[in-house]
Nanobody, 127 residues
Framework: QVQLVESGGGLVQAGDSLRLSCAAS????????MGWFRQTPEKEREFVAM???????????NYADSVKGRFTISRDNAKNTVYLQMNSLKSEDTAVYYC?????????????????WGQGTQVTVSS
C-alpha cells in the first residue's frame, strides 16, 4: 500500500513560485504513476501533472494545458518524494493540491485511475 503526505503550500503573490512536496511510502512509488491534482470549493478535483517511469531513470511527464510551461513535476527516488515546482503562479492556481498515486504504470490524467491520495496542501495566490 501507498501513503502520501503533501507539504509546501502557502500564500504567495501572483508571479511567485512554490514547490510542493509529496512524501511517499510503499511499493508503488518506484514503479507506478504519480500525479498532482487540485480542487476548489467551486470545482471538481482536476488534473495538474503526472509522471510515470518508462525505464531506469527515464520518466514521462504530462501537464494540464493551464499549467504547461509553468509547472514541473519531478521525482527523487532516494528521498521517496515527488515534487511540483510551480512558477509564475496565477490567482487561478489557488486550490488545495493533492498528490496521487497508483500501482499501475500509466499516463492517465483521470482521477479515477489513481488509487492513493494525500490529504492535500493549500496554495493561495493573491492578485
Amino acid at each position: 500500500q501507498v501513503q502520501l503526505v503533501e507539504s509546501g503550500g502557502g500564500l504567495v503573490q501572483a508571479g511567485d513560485s512554490l514547490r510542493l512536496s509529496c512524501a511517499a511510502s510503499g511499493r508503488t512509488f518506484n514503479s507506478g504513476v504519480m500525479g498532482w491534482f487540485r480542487q476548489t470549493p467551486e470545482k471538481e478535483r482536476e488534473f495538474v501533472a503526472m509522471i510515470s517511469r518508462l525505464s531506469g531513470n527515464t520518466y514521462y511527464a504530462n501537464y494540464a494545458d493551464s499549467v504547461k510551461g509553468r509547472f514541473t513535476i519531478s521525482r527523487d527516488n532516494a528521498k521517496n518524494t515527488v515534487y511540483l515546482q510551480m512558477n509564475s503562479l496565477k490567482s487561478e492556481d489557488t486550490a488545495v493540491y493533492y498528490c496521487a498515486a497508483d500501482d499501475s504504470v500509466s499516463f492517465s490524467t483521470e482521477r479515477s485511475r489513481y488509487a492513493y491520495w494525500g490529504q492535500g496542501t493549500q496554495v493561495t495566490v493573491s492578485s
